[in-house]
């Protein structure tokens, strides 16, 4: 298979500036990050951002995981593709009016790997941050790479004033202790958290509605009370999410009648209480 090389290059001051000028029309920046992937974390934040779409916000979705993008499919757009204009780099249009910017966008080989060399990487999500004409936003929302490590670390570095950051997680011990790292993060960045959303908590059966749980555990609520957070919302797994994820039909899911949604109205609900309380 072919692989892409990606490099790009520019002046660090001119970047500083595009970046600032940027960003001064985006009211609030969330962040969404997990201790390790396939947590649902890509789920949970397309799920945030088109609630808040639903809602009338102007929303944009920023796909900052470089590996893995999985946003576009999510919300049906993976055909687009993100064009250089006049004023930068336009977004792709997601379902109700939300802005989605990719890397996948800017791939002309989608099917192959993305090979980064390392010092690039940091060099070209910056450069993207910088380029993006997001245009005014109520809300953009940042699904992290996953982990505590260098591009995280870069991204929340470089979009600064992030007002704050929901960690995504599922029931197990494992998640436990990779939880306890992302909180640990994002309060070295001082970007505060606002909440953990703990994923996949049980299992709804589709023919009788009988709950039960897949992992053993309650690693949200032992870290919430650790680590004096507050557990957002529970989603449980429900094969007809999962579905919609492959179908690319996020939207539409939404908009029916499920425990998800009544879910995601909490954790949404909850986020805006926050974000209006720091508004001044
Ligand atoms: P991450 O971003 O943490 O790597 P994703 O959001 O890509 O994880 O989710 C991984 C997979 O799990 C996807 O196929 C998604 O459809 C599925 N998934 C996530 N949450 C749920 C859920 N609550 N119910 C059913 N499927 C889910």
New binding site residues.
Partial sequence: MEAVLISFGAHAMALEDKLRSRMKNIKHKLMVM?G???????????LIALKFAMKGWKVGIMDA?LH?P?VPK?LGVEDSYMYKEQYGLTPVIGPFGIKVVSIYFLLSNRRSPIIWRGPLKSAFIRQILAEVAWGALDLLVI?LP?GTGDEPLTIAQTVKDIDGSVV?TIPSKVSRIVVERAIEFSRALKVPIIGIVE???EVICPVCGHRFKIFKGEAASEIAELLRVKVLGR????????????KGALAQYLGRDTI?RREVELISKAIEDYLRGIEH
């Fill in positions: 997990s390790k992937g396939g947590v649902g974390k890509s789920t949970i934040a397309t995981d893995g999985s999510l699904d996953p995504v994923n996949m908590y989603i449980p797994f429900d094969p007809e999410l999962s579905e919609a994820c492959d998800v």
